[in-house]
């Protein structure tokens, strides 16, 4: 069976310091990933999202950036972190087939 | 573009009352439509789905029905528990281009 794994669960950063956030699907080939970010209290905004290794698409512009260098392996980053980069960051994939999507645990990232 | 609108919350609810979460969409094609939930501090878990119009998805309790002709997916459920307490949300996917509604928090009160 499928499986997502989302790490860290929760993080705790200063303005200004690196992010790595990794996201792991098992049991798949050649997903579609995505990373959603969740504000406190708000809705899911898309932010990234991938047909296949090394194609990244960007929904919004901001500082945070992804990669996928391996076929199940999302990563998302940013070089220096935000105050309003803080909220709920949640990873997902989908067979590509108008069918739902499975979303990780999710990481809470705090930037102080 | 396609979208999905959901009754906006909070929703509070005694335990055992019956639930309706209103969720209509705008789609140029026939998407499919999905319920999720999540509860405090997860990610987002499918609850239901339907795939074509007239389907009835149903899981836990709850139920939804594809209604083309309104264009809604109402979610419901006869009698909640105090564990049903979560955020929900509708969406559509088409052309694998999932939208999702801005959610509706439930609290059920024991």
């Known amino acids: 069976s499928q499986t997502i794994h989302q790490w860290p669960a929760t993080l705790v950063q200063p303005v200004g310091s690196p992010l790595s956030l990794e996201c792991t699907v098992e049991?798949?080939?050649?997903?579609?990933l995505y990373w959603y970010r969740q504000a406190a209290g708000r809705g899911l905004q898309l932010l990234f999202y991938?047909?296949?290794?090394?194609?990244i698409s960007s929904e919004v512009p901001q500082n945070l950036s992804a990669s996928r260098p391996q076929d199940r392996q999302f990563i998302l980053s940013s070089k220096k972190l935000l105050l309003s980069d803080s909220g709920f960051y949640l990873c997902?994939?989908?067979?590509?087939?108008?069918?739902?999507?499975?979303f990780g645990s999710g990481t809470r990232l705090t930037v102080v | 573009g396609d979208s999905v609108t959901q009754m906006e919350g909070p929703v509070t609810l005694s335990e055992e009352a019956f639930l309706t979460i209103n969720c209509t969409y705008t789609?140029?094609?026939?998407?499919?439509l999905f319920w999720y939930v999540q509860y405090p501090g997860e990610g987002l878990q499918l609850l239901l789905k339907?795939?074509?119009?007239?389907d009835k998805g149903s899981n836990k309790g709850f139920e939804a029905t594809y209604r083309k002709e309104t264009t809604s997916f109402h979610l419901e459920k006869g009698s909640v528990q105090v564990s049903d307490s979560a955020v929900y949300f509708c969406?559509?996917?088409?052309?694998?281009?999932?939208?999702f509604g801005a959610g509706t928090r439930l609290t059920v009160k024991p």
């Open positions: 997902a994939w989908s067979t590509g087939y108008q069918d739902s999507y499975t």
């Open positions: 049991g798949t080939s050649n997903p579609n």
């Open positions: 991938s047909v296949g290794i090394g194609q």
């Open positions: 789609a140029t094609g026939y998407p499919s």
């Open positions: 339907a795939t074509k119009a007239d």
């Open positions: 969406a559509l996917i088409y052309n694998n281009d999932m939208r």
